[in-house]
C-alpha cells in the first residue's frame, strides 16, 4: 500500500475479546488475520476503547437497566453496555498477540463521562472531534482500510464517519467480528454500501 493509505485498526481489546467485559463472538480469530495484512502497510492508526468508570454507557451505572437496555440520553439513544474497557485496566489492553510495530497513532475514545463514542472519528453527540481526521489530512492520507472490533458499533460508525469526512474506505470483513444484536449487522452493512464503503476479504491482498 502507498503513502496515501492507513490500516485502521479498531477496538481490537482484551474487552471485546472472549472473556472481555463485552465479548464478541470469536473475536480473537481476528488478530493473526490484523497480524498477516498489517505488512503490508506503511501506515497504521489504532483505536482504543478507554471508558472511565462511572462511564453513561455502562448498564451498571444506571440502576434499575440491565446490559443491552437502551436509554434516551441529550444526543439520542444509548445502548447501554455491560463494563468495558475501563481505562487503566486488562480489559482496556491491546491484545499482546497483536503485531503492528509500524503503527504510528493510538486514538483514545469514550472517555468523556457523559458521551459515548463508537467513531473514531466524532463522539456520539455528533459534535465533538476525536481530532482522527485532522490528523489523517496533516499527513496526506486519502484512503483507510479498516479491521477490528465491532462490525457492528465501532467498525461500522467510524467507517460511515470516515466517508462523510471524504476518505475512501474499505473494510477487511473477515479481520472483524459483530455484535449482531436485534439486525444490528445487516443495517450496519446496508449503512455503509449505500455510502460507497468497499468490502473486502484478507485474501486479497
Ligand atoms: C464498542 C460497544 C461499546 C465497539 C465499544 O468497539 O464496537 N461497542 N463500546
Ligand atoms: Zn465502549
Not at 469526512?165 to 444484536?181: E, S
Amino acid at each position: 500500500m502507498n503513502d496515501q493509505s492507513a490500516l485502521l485498526i479498531i477496538d481490537a481489546q482484551y474487552g471485546f475479546m472472549p472473556g472481555g467485559g463485552l465479548p464478541v463472538a470469536g473475536a480473537d480469530a481476528i488478530v493473526p488475520v490484523i497480524n498477516r495484512v498489517a505488512p503490508r502497510f506503511v501506515n497504521a492508526v489504532l483505536t482504543q476503547d478507554w471508558h472511565p468508570a462511572n462511564h453513561v454507557s455502562f448498564a451498571a451505572n444506571h440502576p434499575g437497566h440491565q446490559p443491552f437496555d437502551t436509554i434516551a440520553l441529550p444526543y439520542g439513544t444509548q445502548v447501554l453496555w455491560p463494563t468495558h474497557c475501563v481505562q487503566g485496566t486488562r480489559d482496556a489492553a491491546l491484545h499482546d498477540r497483536l503485531n503492528v510495530p509500524q503503527a504510528q497513532l493510538v486514538i483514545r475514545k469514550g472517555f468523556h463521562r457523559d458521551v459515548d463514542s463508537y467513531s473514531a472519528f466524532v463522539e456520539a453527540d455528533r459534535q465533538t472531534s476525536t481530532g482522527l481526521a485532522a490528523y489523517l489530512r496533516a499527513r496526506s492520507i486519502d484512503s483507510l482500510y479498516l479491521c477490528g472490533l465491532a462490525t457492528d458499533y465501532c467498525v461500522a460508525w467510524s467507517a460511515l464517519d470516515a466517508r462523510a469526512a471524504g476518505f475512501k474506505v474499505t473494510v477487511i470483513d473477515d479481520a472483524c467480528r459483530a455484535i449482531d444484536r436485534n439486525g444490528s449487522l445487516a443495517k450496519a452493512w446496508r449503512e455503509m454500501s449505500e455510502v460507497g464503503v468497499r468490502r473486502i476479504v484478507s485474501a486479497s491482498f
